[in-house]
């Protein structure tokens, strides 16, 4: 599943290629993929409606129409956007297709369908899953004395806490592993036992690692252009623990154990970590 590095790669990717672009018709072809709405709703409310931005919270991507219109996707699993050009066929799983007026077709292709689109008819009607999000991980709102004060009052675990979206923003299970690892913190820590200069570590893994992945990302392929590719792309490399189970750590040579927490994976060094 694509993490918050990710997802900032695909608005980065989508901005140059659909701000300031007028979708001439939408095709919402699956109702899964916007349940909250009608098919012909979702066609007429985007119908002629101009993209005026492109951004992001959290995982939501968001895209503002001059309307004062938004409609938020998520991606989940595979969710993916491709724009092609007229003489492109029409890849596999397109559930969503806007008609731009350069001649291009912006698809929504998901393989799972487990992605969701959401039509948000002024930004102050923002859905609750986006209100209920913790502050942004790279803006000034997610301060050091939030995150202190939000590891001071949890008795999960840190790494349960570092992946709930409504106290910590952005860190999946690959990230949490890797920003826990950085700071030197046990995932298996009680959050409010977490001594303060111990938090301030881990507040600034948190940031540092979000921000190398974004920094990394010009090698992660995310070609608009391929309907048949993944978004997958090589931030692989830079992972330290995640999937490094049995190998060496690279700080101390011990060997990276994986537990697993609430049903997913936790890889740590359980010398470097405690
Ligand atoms: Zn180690």
Redesign the pocket.
């Known amino acids: 599943m694509p993490e918050l590095p990710e997802v900032e790669h695909v608005v980065r990717a989508l901005r140059p290629a659909i701000v300031g672009r007028r979708i001439l018709a939408a095709e919402l072809k699956l109702k899964r993929t916007a349940p909250d709405i009608s098919r012909p709703a979702f066609n007429r409310l985007l119908k002629d409606a101009l993209i005026t931005a492109v951004g992001r919270r959290g995982k939501y991507i968001l895209i503002e129409f001059e309307s004062g219109q938004m409609l938020t996707t998520h991606l989940r699993m595979t969710g993916k956007f491709v724009a092609l050009t007229p003489d492109d066929s029409l890849p596999p799983y397109a559930h969503v297709i806007f008609y731009l007026d350069d001649e291009r077709r912006l698809v929504f292709c998901d393989m799972r369908q487990f992605g969701r689109m959401r039509i948000v008819p002024n930004p102050s009607k923002l859905p609750k899953e986006l209100l209920a999000l913790a502050p942004e991980p790279l803006a000034p709102e997610f301060s050091e004395e939030y995150f202190l004060s939000t590891v001071r009052k949890s008795h999960r675990s840190l790494k349960q806490l570092l992946l709930d979206q409504t106290r910590v923003l952005g860190l999946g299970n690959i990230y949490a592993s890797e920003a826990l690892f950085l700071a030197g913190v046990s995932p298996m820590k009680d959050a409010s036992t977490l001594s303060k200069p111990r938090a301030r570590k881990l507040y600034q893994a948190i940031r540092d690692v979000l921000q190398e992945a974004i920094d990394s990302g010009s090698t992660l392929q995310i070609d608009l252009a391929d309907g048949n590719g993944s978004y997958f792309g090589s931030s692989e490399r830079f992972w330290r623990v995640y999937e490094h189970e049995g190998e060496p750590?690279v700080?101390?040579r011990?060997q990276i154990k994986r537990v697993v927490q609430s049903g997913r994976s936790t890889y740590y060094?359980p010398?470097?970590q405690r």
Do not use: F, L, S, W
């Open positions: 750590c700080r101390c011990a060094c010398r470097c």
